[in-house]
Nanobody, 118 residues
Framework: QVQLVESGGGLVQAGGSLRLSCAAS????????MGWYRQAPGKQRELVAD???????NYADSVKGRFTISRDSAKNTVYLQMNSLKPEDTAVYYC????????????WGQGTQVTVSS
């Protein structure tokens, strides 16, 4: 059973930075994409950023220019560098890895809390 282990969340003041990491407990083959999602209280989970196996990245409009997604394919690890944090970035952040040849298999992390104080 593959597990995704997230780290790097915490409490930070507005304008500060955090770096989230998500590592798979064992090798995952045929990865298609790795990404970060977040869910604030009372809101639906939303995509923050993702990156394909080919290296193409995609960002939510609300984080463009502030967040950067990167990966270490050899380590099955994905990162999210978050700069210029705002109180509205407060949420539980989840990583997801999508893999599979013919059928998609999604692996999710347990979530890490990010709280930005004003």
């Amino acid at each position: 059973q593959v597990q995704l282990v997230e780290s790097g969340g915490g409490l930070v003041q507005a304008g500060g930075s955090l770096r989230l990491s998500c590592a798979a407990s064992k090798s995952i083959f045929s990865i298609k994409a790795m990404g970060w999602y977040r869910q604030a209280p009372g809101k639906q989970r939303e995509l923050v950023a993702d990156i394909t196996s080919g290296g193409s990245s995609n960002y939510a409009d609300s984080v463009k220019g502030r967040f950067t997604i990167s990966r270490d394919s050899a380590k099955n690890t994905v990162y999210l560098q978050m700069n210029s944090l705002k109180p509205e970035d407060t949420a539980v952040y989840y990583c997801k890895i999508r893999a599979g040849l013919t059928l998609n298999v999604d692996y999710w992390g347990q979530g890490t809390q990010v709280t930005v104080s004003s």
